[in-house]
């Protein structure tokens, strides 16, 4: 029994295996999902279009030849999926399921086009995309460059890790200048030890060793002074080594205190995107980089014809709850046109400009 039952599981796996062999692509079923919400990344039409384009095939080949992999990877290449799964059925349908990224808003800013997720993830925005996001423009500059798809805080990680090889690197330059700093004092050390002999402090006369005291004593001087002129260069160049140290230092502060900010950003957008009244009254973000380095913000409202002054990702839920508060018992009254600029950046004060 047991025989029989081993001859009939081989002869079904090299019927099944002939059987695959034999099989064929006959159709193409792709699913983009987590699109209704928003909006659309990309269709199914285009991924289709991509696939024909590619030149992998597919309608018409045996399972064994169809390079899945191949498949999943074009479409991860587009940066817009943040899952790929392709898979054939038994039925000889090709499957391409795709889970697009969902994200939080869109910069327009200093020559960046992308999408960034809730989590910090930056994809660049596709062609033909429309997606119902906050749209952050003006002068601000992220932490990566414009180019730069993946995640932030990887990217920020990287930098800073290679900052700091650049750190330890420039370490090594300046154990030459501390083998010199051994060498200069042990030459000092020798010249304050250089005497005239035993033979000449004992039997040669005054005026002799005057003279010999003399000439020792310029010999020395002069020795000092080159030992003093090479300590000086040691100094000068330590000190240009620790500056090349401190830029580095300073760009990676400058490069993590961004990453906090955009941050802020993320977390600005997302309350303002879970509050009801705020989303729909702000239909534009504007961003600055201000000169110490920190974004500015500045809301455009749907309600009258002014701008809001938010200033910096700071004390947000004081500065909308003033706001909110001046809506209510200010402009309701005066009317909601009055104002050209309404400024919230002070504590516990709205400043009005017309």
């Known amino acids: 029994m047991w025989t029989g039952a081993a001859v009939y599981m081989l002869w079904a796996a090299l019927s099944s295996r002939s059987l695959r062999h034999k099989r064929v692509v006959r159709n193409i079923e792709i699913e983009v999902s987590d ?34 992999q191949a498949i999943e990877d074009l479409v991860a290449r587009n940066g817009f999926a943040d899952r790929v799964m392709a898979y054939i059925s038994h039925y000889g349908t090709l499957h391409i399921e795709i889970r697009q990224h969902r994200p939080l808003l869109r910069l327009l800013t200093d020559g960046v086009n992308s999408y960034v997720t809730a989590e910090g993830y930056v994809f660049e925005s596709p062609p033909s995309s429309s997606l119902y996001v906050p749209v952050i423009t003006g002068s ?134 879970n509050d009801d009244f705020w989303r729909s009254e702000l239909v534009q973000i504007v961003v600055r980089t201000a000169h110490s380095g920190s974004p500015e913000l500045e809301l455009v409202p749907r309600s009258g014809r002014h701008i809001i002054l938010f200033g910096r990702l700071e004390n947000i ?5 003033k706001l909110l508060c001046f809506y209510r018992k200010g402009l309701s009254r005066t009317g909601w046109d009055r104002y050209r600029y309404i400024d919230v950046r002070y504590h516990n004060q709205v400043v009005c400009r017309k």
């Open 317 to 321: 839920d004081r500065k909308f709850d």
């Open 140 to 273: 601000y500059r992220p932490p990566f460059p414009s180019d730069y798809h993946g995640s932030v805080e990887h990217y920020v990680k990287k930098q800073v890790a290679q900052i700091e090889r650049q750190i330890a690197d420039l370490d090594t330059l300046k154990y030459p200048y501390y083998r010199r700093t051994r060498s200069n004092v042990k030459k000092l050390r020798e010249i304050r030890q250089m005497s005239i002999s035993f033979v000449a402090r004992i039997f040669y006369g005054a005026e002799r060793k005057g003279k010999l005291y003399a000439a020792l004593r310029k010999k020395k001087e002069s020795m000092r002074k080159a030992c003093r002129y090479e300590a000086r260069l040691i100094a000068e160049g330590l000190a240009a080594v620790e500056r090349r140290q401190n830029d580095c230092r300073e760009r990676q502060k400058k490069l993590v205190k961004s990453y906090e900010d955009f941050v802020k950003l993320l977390n600005f957008v997302e309350k303002v995107e």
């Open 35 to 68: 699109s209704s919400s928003q909006g659309h990344l990309v269709s199914s039409q285009k991924v289709g279009k991509w696939l024909k384009q590619s030149g992998i095939p597919t309608v018409g080949m045996p399972f064994e030849q169809v390079d899945l």
